[in-house]
């Protein structure tokens, strides 16, 4: 460069670009470390010190099977701070709310422990589709679920981790989500949903659709095990789904079987407890949930087929039992003369007696719906949620469905989303709440009502619903 060039205008300015460029290819790069720490995660939106004060309630705190007296709580921020049967001051601020309660009940928001919240609408040949569109339908039918009254859920298998982004970011209303992503299966497993034209597959070649969406992922050997638990908790699962026997949904997976080995078992509790949290598989025969629980794994899903003495080893072994009231419309669903249908009818008379267990054996029992491919199912939840009472007192469905599954979902440790307390209304949790028009520890069948019973909605400190007169 010659001292013309250096002293010519354009070189100035070429020269003040590159500096202007530099911040915002410095900027770039560290987005780029932002977005990855967010997938891995996700941080809610900064809390702000915004007030609210619900006066004059009476609260179920999530463990307790009684109300308590007449009283008042402040919810700061994205928290509980304080709880008193005295008035509680506060500034008459902008931002202030202070909600007259009226004597109804303030409890934790719900949390379903068996969710999958990419498959709920729409069938699979459509979820393997237009991945923009499942997205979208799945974040209206997220808006659904936390209006009727559930802040939280666990999601056991589906590519659930852009939607999570999007409700922890405040683009889309939605539940906290505890993501499992893609469920791991073996070939003809429960989960895989291919055809039987898709065969054979070559370890280490092309994926399937449904894997290239991050439905399920196939391995068959403990290094592929290892690989697909790894992608999953690389884009920030909070825990590992496997299934360990045949599934009633998916064509080609006998329920009497059982698939995964002990040693691929192995590798995928080994690579989730090298991240801190655990593995769930689903089960349902003794064969399976005792090779898993033989394997390490922490939480057994479903577990219906189980005999006595299975039942013993979960109790004594301390192992999760993650059950759900499976409906009748779910089961009719399955279209008669199929042999999803006939899987069906082998499985639900096993819901009753495995529920008996849970209670003769005391096992850490975790509640859910496990509701796919039915938006009226889904509009249900609550009223799946209703019908423990078969075998549970509304108090204890009401334990389970909010500090019993926030114990499960803690097992996520250092992988856990949320870090803090959940399903519980005390001082420091957080502010995840409903405000019921009536008792639900009298009267359980309010929670199949969200629409009409759960006056306010709250999460993470910010209202979604208030239908009381202002
Ligand atoms: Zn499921």
Not at 307 to 336: H, M, N, V
Not at 407 to 429: M, T
Request: neutral net charge; charged residues 20%; contains cysteine.
């Amino acid at each position: 460069m010659n001292d013309r060039e250096r002293t010519s205008p354009r070189f100035w300015t070429r020269l003040a670009q590159a500096f202007a460029l530099r911040p915002l290819v410095l900027a770039t790069a560290l987005c780029g470390l932002c977005d990855a720490g967010i997938a891995q995660q996700a941080s809610p939106p900064p809390a702000d010190a915004s007030v609210t004060l619900f006066q004059n309630v009476r609260v179920f705190d999530g463990k307790n099977g009684a109300l308590s007296g007449p009283s008042h709580v402040l919810v700061r921020g994205n928290k509980i701070e304080t709880i008193s049967a005295q008035p509680i001051a506060v500034d008459r601020r902008a931002d202030t709310r202070i909600i007259e309660g009226g004597g109804r009940t303030l409890m934790p928001g719900l949390i379903d422990a068996h969710w999958h919240a990419m498959l709920i609408r729409g069938t699979p040949a459509q979820l393997l589709g237009d991945v923009g569109y499942s997205n979208l339908v799945a974040g209206d039918e997220a808006t659904d679920t936390l209006m009727r009254g559930f802040t939280t859920v666990r999601d056991v298998g589906g590519p659930v981790f852009g939607l999570k982004r999007a409700i922890d970011e405040g683009i889309v209303k939605g539940p906290r989500i505890y993501p499992s992503g893609a469920m791991i299966t073996v070939t003809s497993g429960h989960g895989d949903f291919r055809q039987l034209t898709e065969l054979p597959r070559t370890i280490g070649g092309m994926l399937s659709r449904m894997e290239q969406v991050g439905g399920s992922m196939v391995a068959d050997s403990p290094d592929e095990v290892r690989v697909r638990a790894r992608e999953q908790l690389m884009q920030g699962a909070s825990q590992i789904k496997l299934t360990a026997g045949g599934g009633v949904s998916s064509p080609f997976s006998p329920i009497d079987v059982t698939t995964f080995t002990e040693p691929e078992l192995r590798a995928a509790v080994e690579a989730a407890e090298n991240w801190g949290t655990y593995v769930a598989a689903h089960a349902f025969t003794p064969a399976a949930i005792q090779r898993a629980i033989a394997a390490g794994v922490k939480c057994i899903e479903h577990g219906f087929l189980m005999d006595e003495a299975t039942a013993r080893l979960i109790a004594e072994k301390g192992i999760w039992l993650s059950l759900q009231p499976l409906p009748e419309e779910l089961r009719l669903g399955f279209r008669e003369g199929t042999v999803e249908r006939a899987k069906a009818e082998e499985v639900w008379p096993g819901i009753a007696r495995t529920y008996q267990f849970a209670k003769k054996y005391k096992i850490k029992t975790a509640w859910g719906t496990d509701v796919l491919f039915s938006r009226a199912l889904a509009q249900r939840q609550g009223a799946i949620l209703a019908s423990l009472i078969r075998w549970y007192t509304p108090a204890e469905a009401l334990v389970m469905a909010t500090s019993t599954n926030a114990e499960l979902l803690a097992l996520s440790g250092p992988r856990n989303p949320y870090p803090g307390k959940l399903g519980v209304v005390e001082p420091g949790a957080f502010a995840d709440l409903l405000l019921v028009d009536g008792n639900p520890l009298e009267n359980l069948a309010l929670v199949a009502d969200p629409a009409k019973s759960f006056v306010v909605i709250m999460k993470d400190g910010a209202i979604y619903k208030n239908t009381l007169p202002k």
